[in-house]
Nanobody, 127 residues
Framework: QVQLVESGGGLVQAGGSLRLSCAASGRTFSSAAMGWFRQAPGKEREFVAAIRWSGGSTDYADSVKGRFTISRDNAKNTVYLQMNSLKPDDTAVYYC????????????????????WGQGTQVTVSS
């Protein structure tokens, strides 16, 4: 299995920044991608950003493009989400996820494509 340890959540004012980290351990040799999802109270979990482990290509939700940056450190097996210009609408529990399968015919934005999930970290943006 893969274990994910998230950190970096907190409380910030609108316009501020946070950086989330997610360290993966365990059987990560075949991991294909890591992603960030978020879930606000009363809403479904939604895609935020993802990065392919091989090559580092990225994908972002329209709501965060230009503000959030996903990156990874292969040596540390860690993915980051740099969040700038935060808005109150960004308030949510943020989850890190890993896709282990390496087949190419999948949609990196879909929750169902991920095999492992972190515990979630709360991000609260005050107005």
């Amino acid at each position: 299995q893969v274990q994910l340890v998230e950190s970096g959540g907190g409380l910030v004012q609108a316009g501020g920044s946070l950086r989330l980290s997610c360290a993966a351990s365990g059987r990560t040799f075949s991991s294909a991608a890591m992603g960030w999802f978020r879930q606000a109270p009363g809403k479904e979990r939604e895609f935020v950003a993802a990065i392919r482990w091989s090559g580092g290509s990225t994908d972002y939700a329209d709501s965060v493009k230009g503000r959030f940056t996903i990156s990874r450190d292969n040596a540390k097996n860690t993915v980051y989400l740099q969040m700038n210009s935060l808005k109150p609408d960004d308030t949510a529990v943020y989850y890190c996820a890993v896709r282990s399968a390496r087949r190419s015919d999948y949609n990196i934005r879909l929750l169902r494509e991920y095999d492992y999930w972190g515990q979630g970290t709360q991000v609260t943006v005050s107005s």
